[in-house]
């Protein structure tokens, strides 16, 4: 079965850092291009990271400098290391696989079920 | 920074056609998908690449994609598509969601 699955969630201050993890199961992570989105209470959903499979990463402008995206392929998976974290930051997290190759896109297809950040003192 | 515009609520009746727009500058010369997400759950593909819909969506969803507006159409709406709708724009530049639509089902 194809399946992602987030952890590393939590309550975390002002300032601090915490890491997402997210496992897949069912498909090889390396070889499809995965994304974090998330999804702040009450909000829309935000594109935050990217990672193709040979390797290159994107960030929104609003994480930039503060989040990095990475994958360990042995343990196929997708990671999101989010450093100097703001109140704003606070949102349900959801890893995603696309479908992008020869130019086309296909569309977030496999979703996880999400892990909560709290940013608060 | 690209943004796209969607109306904020869309009402419908059971059985009758329901219209969600995205509005964005030439979103036509982009990939436009669709998810569909209810309460308390994660989103779920329901169109990609403008038109396409993906393995155990139903029929009843459509989509289409031209000039600076894309649009998601449910034929036959039932109750069980009431959720939040999001439209999606992709290129090898952009990759942003739009506001978001919540379907009622009257």
């Known amino acids: 079965e194809v399946q992602l699955v987030e952890s590393g969630g939590g309550l975390v201050q002002p300032g601090g850092s915490l890491r997402l993890s997210c496992t897949a199961s069912?498909?090889?992570?390396?070889?499809?291009?995965m994304s974090w989105v998330r999804q702040a209470p009450g909000k829309g959903l935000e594109w935050v990271s990217g990672i193709y499979s040979g390797g290159s990463t994107y960030h929104a402008d609003s994480v930039k400098g503060r989040f990095t995206i990475s994958r360990d392929n042995s343990k196929n998976t997708l990671y999101l290391q989010m450093d100097s974290l703001r109140a704003e930051d606070t949102a349900v997290y959801y890893c995603?696989?696309?479908?992008?190759?020869?130019?086309?896109?296909?569309?977030?297809?496999?979703w996880g079920q999400g892990t909560t950040v709290t940013v608060s003192s | 920074s690209y943004e796209l515009t969607q109306p904020p609520s869309v009402s419908v009746s059971p059985g009758q056609t329901a219209s969600i727009t995205c509005s964005g500058d030439i979103l036509g010369d982009k990939y436009a998908c669709w998810y569909q997400q209810k309460p308390g759950q994660s989103p779920v593909l329901v169109i990609y690449?403008?038109?396409k819909r993906p393995s155990g969506i139903p029929e009843r969803f459509s989509g289409s994609n031209s000039g600076s507006t894309a649009t998601l159409t449910i034929s036959g709406t039932q109750a069980m598509d009431e959720a939040e709708y999001y439209c999606q724009a992709w290129d090898s530049s952009t990759q942003v969601f739009g506001t978001g639509t919540k379907v009622t089902v009257l």
């Open positions: 995603a696989r696309e479908g992008v190759g020869y130019g086309i896109y296909y569309g977030m297809d496999v």
């Open positions: 690449q403008d038109n």
């Open positions: 069912g498909f090889t992570v390396s070889r499809n291009y």
